[in-house]
């Protein structure tokens, strides 16, 4: 397919092509070329540049007066596979019980597991497509999905298969993650496991039919004070160096436990979350390679605090955004919405906002070559707005949907 997009009124995320991931005062800076032109050729960018420069051949185009052109969204951080959903666990905490004691008495991430164990391949996939359509109309290109909710190595696999067959029916770009520690079950307990040996026992599980069958691409366990504490990460490290899945690691979401300067003395590709920081663990951060994932809709869902984003942002660290789409903290999956919320809530400004969600998001997925910026050469993976004033008005004008349309792989969605 070859398509020529022409009068675009801004092209935005024209970085250099070698651009990996902004840091710093870099990231307050999100190009974009004024009247500008786009050529897709076999689902790469071909060229683009101001339209006083706009080559006159055969390309079919395509007049984008009055809009805008960005690269897709890179979603580096979500549940989306899953069965079921949990609206009566919101029931419960608006009636005051908070998501920690609801998980204590068997709800929450158990809740999600008993729906996964009880539910079909073919069925989790079909809910899960339901929920992909929807974040694709909203701009998402490319998406991380985590299992996490099978808790047994059966479901662990179920759910990393659905991922794997929902990649090969959509043009969005579906990443893989094996959340291999995220609650310790029932059964577990009774075998008189803990969070350590179940980690560990999940780990040799799993990973050889991971290996066998190309089901992830990442490690990642949710490290916290009542869930898997630092046993269980030195499990996670071991088998990441061991098997070349680098970790992307939930952590400090409730409580600081050190896990931050763990798992980045670790080279962890990412750590997620961040809402509860210690001045080391901002230290930890600072100049790092290891990416600050920032989640702003799961704080504003259970109404915890929102990550640092200034503080890490004035520490060199590198802050990408996701939505940690799940059932249970963040039952949406707008990157728009998570860009408002970035800026409204954490006071990024919508250009830190816009790079975070769309070429740091890249860099967390270890994808910069492919993804999130317009770049000679790169996926064809673009969002047209409808009729907008500018680029930054993505993250000003919240709730609802400014994209006319996705084009994924060079293919209009
Ligand atoms: O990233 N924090 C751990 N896991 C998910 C939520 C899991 C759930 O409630 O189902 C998260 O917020
Ligand atoms: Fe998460």
Known sequence: MNLRLINIKQLGGVHPSNTTALRGKALDHFPF??????????GKIKDFGPMSQCPHDETPSKDLTG?????AFVDSHSHLVYAGTREQEFNLRLKGA???????????ILNS???????TQEEMQRQSALRLNRLIANGTGTLEIKSGYGLDPENELKMLRTVQALNEVTNATLIPTFLAAHALPAWAKAKGMNDATYTRYMLEACIPTIKKEGLANFLDGFIERDYFKLDALTHLIEASAAHSLP???HVNQFYDIGGIQMAVRAGALSVDHLEVMRPEAIKALHGSDTIATLLPS???FLGIPYAPARQLIEEDALVALATDYNPGSSPGGNMQLVCNMACAKMKMTPAEA????????????????????????????????????????LCYDFGTNHIQQTILAGQPV
């Open 98 to 108: 908070s998501y920690e004691e609801i998980a204590a008495a068997g709800g929450g």
């Open 247 to 249: 970790l992307k690691i």
């Open 354 to 393: 816009l790079n975070a969600a769309t070429i740091n998001g890249a860099a967390a997925l270890n994808m910069s070559d492919r993804k999130g910026s317009i770049a000679i050469g790169k996926d064809a993976d673009i969002l047209i707005t409808k009729e907008i004033p500018s680029l930054e008005y």
């Open 298 to 300: 799961c704080s504003y």
């Open 113 to 119: 597991a008993g729906r996964v164990a009880a539910t």
């Open 67 to 71: 809009r805008c052109v960005l690269p």
């Open 33 to 42: 070329i004024e009247n500008a032109y786009l050529t897709l050729l076999n």
